[in-house]
Structures are given as C-alpha cells and as structure tokens.
C-alpha cells in the first residue's frame, strides 16, 4: 500500500521574528490566517489527512497567557536574537499574528487533522549555547498546553528549521512524541544549520531537476527504534507560488505530481510539506495548485489505492508492522 504524508508547520512570526518585523508582514500574515480555513476546507473535501506542526506559543490568546505558560527554563542561545523571550522583552504580543488558537480550533474540527508540536517556542535544539534539558522543558511545556486547551496528547514533533541531533530525538522519545519528521538524506539537506549557498542552491534546483535521491520510501524503511520516535523522513517541501518566475512553477508542480505518482505505482511513501504562511504570498495561486496536488492524490487513489494519512496516523500502522 501507498501513502500520501501532509505536514504543515504552522507558526506565524513565531517562525520569523528574527527575520522579520511584524509591522513588516502584517498584511502577509493576514492573508494567511485567511487562506487556512480554505486549506482546512479543501483537506475535508478531499479527504485528506495532515499534520499541523504547531508552535505551543499559537495557542496563547494574551501576553498574560503567554507569561503563563512560560517555561521556567528558556534557551540560552549564544545569539539572543534567536530567542522569542528576548524579542517579547523589547516588543508587544500581538494577537493577530502571535495567536492562532481560533484556527487551531478549527482544525480539530475538521476530519483526519492531527495538531502535532512544532515544539513550544520554536526551539532550534543545534544552536549553540542551547542545552538539552532546556529543550526537555520547552516540550514538556509544548504538551502542557495543549493538553490544558485542546485536550490533545501530542504524538507528532517536527524540529523547528529542521535541527536536531540523537540527543535531542531521544529526549523527544522521552517526553511522549511517537513519531518526528527528519530531513531527506541527500547531502544538501544535511545539518540545515550550517548549510551554505552551495546547499541551498541545490535544494532549489532539486525542485526542478532531480539532483538527489528517490524522494519516497518503503514503509518499513521507518520502523522505530526502542530509544527513538519513529523517524519519518521528508520527501518534499512545497515551495511558494513564484509569481515573478510563473513559467518555473509548472516544472515544479509537475516534479511533485511525477513523485506522487512514482510512490502510487511502487507501494511507497511520498511526504510533502510547507508552512501555512507559504501561502501567504500568492492565496489564490497557492490554492489552485493544492487543489491540483490532490486531484492528482484522488486519481492515485482510484488507481493504486493510495491513502492518505497524518504523521501520527502512519506511527500506528508502523506499530502494527512492527508487531
């Protein structure tokens, strides 16, 4: 059997606060706490499953609740400026960009959608100066809240900006998450934190032309191990509608498809990912093209029998694998 993955990591500026001035992006952000609901919409319509990655920080409603549910323990990054605890010092909380606890609600709403963590603060767990129990708090934090406001037992972790090493998969382990998402294993996806452009440059190219290895996999490929969540890797990130490069998005979409459809024919799983405020830049495009991923999902599945799932779905078919 074959299987379509969806996860989405969803943060709004708690993602790119030290990138980005919320000033600077509010009509950006606005488009896309506007777009979810569709996407939420389109996903039962379908019938197709996804992950939303969540930072815990989305499911505060106030700077008093944030303040609440601040872990005691907070990074200490060597660079301050990676830290929202330091930004949130010099800088308001704002509600309509720093709270996304009425769309998350939404979501649990909406059929076959997992809330997974996208842990509590958007820990970078390779950032020196971090230590390790820090983290541990921070999720410890993450499952907290949403226990405490939806009622969720988070089974599903994906690292913020990718980072993570073995200590940090085994404390996830420890810390009740069943199954994370991991990097593809070409070369250019290694060790995210320290890529260059070379890295980078190959990573896009690697949406257009395959420079890479197969992007999908056997299911037992992912069995897990007695210290480790299940490792689920990625196959591809779904980048942005370019509307300065439109004749590139058709090679791109048509990339995807072909790979969808590679894992259909050959029993595999295929991984697709992206950030909600992705689509931010272009909504309408960005919907049309969703739209054409899962008409393309709907006819693999009449074909080869193709299922979708989320990251915590799979997790329990691979346990039923394993025994």
């Known amino acids: 059997m074959s299987f379509l993955v969806i996860s989405l990591d969803f943060e709004l500026h708690w993602g790119i606060f030290d990138k980005v001035s919320v000033a600077e992006k509010k009509d950006y952000f606005k488009?896309?706490?506007?777009?979810?609901?569709q996407v939420l919409e389109v996903f039962e319509r379908y019938e197709v499953a996804a992950t939303w990655a969540t930072v815990g920080m989305l499911l505060t409603e106030s700077r008093e609740e944030w303040e609440h549910y601040r872990p005691e323990t907070i990074p200490t990054y060597r660079n301050q400026q990676l830290s929202p605890y330091q930004w949130i010092a010099q800088n308001a909380y704002d509600p309509a960009v720093h709270s996304g606890f009425s769309l998350v609600k939404q979501l649990l709403q909406t059929p076959n959608q997992e809330l997974g963590s996208h842990t509590f603060s958007h820990y970078y767990t390779c950032e020196p100066g971090q230590q390790l129990e820090q983290f541990r708090s921070d999720l410890k934090v993450a499952r907290r809240i949403a226990e405490e406001k939806c009622g969720v037992d988070l089974q599903s972790l994906v690292f913020p900006r990718n980072q993570f090493d073995q200590e940090s998969l085994k404390i996830c382990k420890?810390?009740?998450?069943?199954?994370?998402?991991?990097?593809?294993?070409?070369w250019f996806w290694k060790a995210p934190q320290h890529a260059g452009l070379v890295e980078r440059v190959f990573r896009t190219v690697d949406t257009l032309l395959p420079l890479g290895k197969r992007t999908s996999f056997p299911?037992?490929?992912v069995l897990p191990g007695e210290d480790f969540p299940v490792q689920l890797p990625a196959s591809r990130l779904l980048r942005p509608f370019s509307k300065t490069r439109k004749p590139l998005n058709v090679?791109?979409?048509n990339r995807v498809i072909s790979e969808m459809t590679y894992a259909a024919k050959h029993n595999l799983v295929y991984h697709l990912w992206w950030h909600p405020?992705?689509?931010?830049?272009a909504p309408e495009e960005s919907m049309l093209e969703l739209c054409q991923l899962l008409d393309t999902f709907i006819k693999l599945k009449g074909q080869y029998g193709m299922c979708s799932v989320?990251?915590?779905?799979?997790a329990g078919e691979l346990n039923v694998l394993r025994n």
């Open 277 to 281: 405020h992705n689509f931010g830049h």
């Open 174 to 186: 420890d810390e009740g998450f069943s199954v994370v998402r991991v990097n593809p294993s070409n």
């Open 310 to 314: 989320n990251m915590g779905q799979l």
């Open 219 to 221: 299911l037992e490929a």
């Open 31 to 37: 488009k896309t706490i506007a777009v979810i609901p």
């Open 251 to 253: 090679v791109r979409m």
